[in-house]
């Protein structure tokens, strides 16, 4: 089994539109589990920042998985895990309605996150791997349209609780027993393995940080604002009077705009260059956030300003990850891709946190004023990253 196409080529469609749709059934789930868990504990009266905190388990489990899937992943290809992915996280979404305690929450979320991790390291390496160089921007921009598209589905599962606690977990479990039998008929396939062996495993990842710290700073940018809407707003659009299903509708504003400027700025990043998209991106996402508090409970402001901002910095995670393939030889890609669900993960765990004490102990409206600030700071350093640093030493 181990011999069976064992060495990188170039993605097939077939190939490339499973992984898309077990990415876009990774993404509702991911859409559903945050603001749902978020909505229950603070129903349960559990303080924002414990919520906050409660939140930041999922990342937390993504963050430790991420330092040693690379092994695994060049040892037996990125079908077995992948699968043990959809697996773990399955049977843990199923468990959640079970015991409704928080550090039972808590356990469960490190071991979806974990799950998460294996699944989105493996599909994210096969693609940028394996995507024709000229096409890479459109491809990784279709996987980040799946990962949306799902996103934005998720939160409106939220309307499934008066059916009983037990149905929204239901209803992710049927999706990801699809996305198993989808991934099990895949060929086998297996990364480029390193060419320096005799590199320590630090020098390594320092080789790829010099070269491609700019879009590697993405991933973290997109954990952060990620984890910290679908963790904090919940909390935020309730303290401000709206309701659970204005808040289920807002949300996915972010990632419906996403997915209308998703395949268009990955295709404009293969013309003109993924620092000029990304930087123009950045700067108009940050005003898009700054903006939020001012529009106050003005639903359609809102829905507008989270519609905007999530179309210029909602790809900001496949085109870092385009950006960084272009910038790296293909040996250290792994490496990149650790890098990046690693600084995914830690902005993750810091967006709800910092959100939740920062709801609690300045004001509801400063999660916007962070968030801003941080894309803000994303553009500011851009014009210090010299595109043709790569491969100086």
């Known amino acids: 089994m181990h011999t069976e196409q064992q060495q ?9 539109v499973v992984l898309s749709i077990t990415v876009m059934i990774a993404g509702l789930s991911q859409g559903l589990l945050l603001p749902l868990l978020a909505v229950l504990l603070e129903k349960a009266g559990v303080s924002s920042s414990l919520n906050g905190f ?20 060049v040892r037996f290809g990125y079908k077995p895990v992948i699968l043990f992915g959809l697996v773990l996280i399955t049977v843990s979404s199923l468990l959640f309605p079970a015991w409704q305690n928080l550090w039972f929450w808590f356990a469960l979320r490190l071991l979806v996150g974990m799950g998460d991790s294996s699944l989105h390291y493996s599909t994210q390496l096969w693609i940028t791997s394996e995507a024709p160089a000229e096409r890479r921007g459109r491809m990784i921009s279709i996987y980040g349209f799946s990962y949306g598209a799902g996103f934005s589905i998720g939160p409106l599962g939220l309307n499934l609780l008066p059916y009983g606690i037990w149905v929204p977990f239901l209803a992710v479990s049927v999706f990801y027993g699809v996305a198993f039998l989808l991934i099990s008929r895949l060929p086998r396939r297996f990364p480029e393995p390193p060419e320096q062996k005799n590199e320590s495993a630090s020098r390594g990842y320092l080789r790829v940080w010099k070269w491609a710290w700019l879009p590697l700073m993405t991933a973290f940018l997109y954990g952060y604002m990620e984890a910290s809407l679908n963790g904090n707003f919940p909390v935020y659009g309730l303290r401000i009077g709206l309701s659970e ?6 949300l996915p504003s972010f990632v419906v705009g996403s997915l209308i400027l998703q395949l268009p700025l990955g295709i404009l990043s293969d013309r003109i260059g993924r620092k000029k998209v990304l930087l123009a991106a950045s700067l108009t996402g940050s005003l898009s956030f700054l903006l939020v508090p001012f529009a106050d409970t003005h639903l359609v402001l809102l829905v507008l300003l989270f519609g ?12 870092g990850l385009a950006y960084s393939a272009d910038l790296l ?10 890098l990046a669900a690693v600084l995914f993960s830690i902005g993750s765990i810091i967006g709800p946190n910092l959100g939740g004490v920062a709801i609690d102990y300045l004001s509801e409206s400063s999660m916007f004023y962070l968030l801003g ?10 014009w210090g990253f010299r595109q043709g640093q790569e491969h100086t030493s």
């Open 329 to 338: 030889p293909k040996h250290i890609l792994p490496k990149a891709n650790v």
């Open 245 to 250: 299903t204005w808040v289920s509708l807002i």
């Open 54 to 73: 409660n939140a930041a388990a999922l990342y937390i489990g993504v963050f430790a998985t991420s330092f040693f899937i690379e092994r695994p992943v």
């Open 373 to 382: 600030g941080a894309l803000l700071l994303f553009f500011l350093s851009g």
């Open 8 to 16: 990188p080529g170039v993605l097939d469609t077939y190939n490339f």
């Open 308 to 319: 905007l901002a999530g179309a210029m910095v909602g790809s900001f995670y496949s085109l």
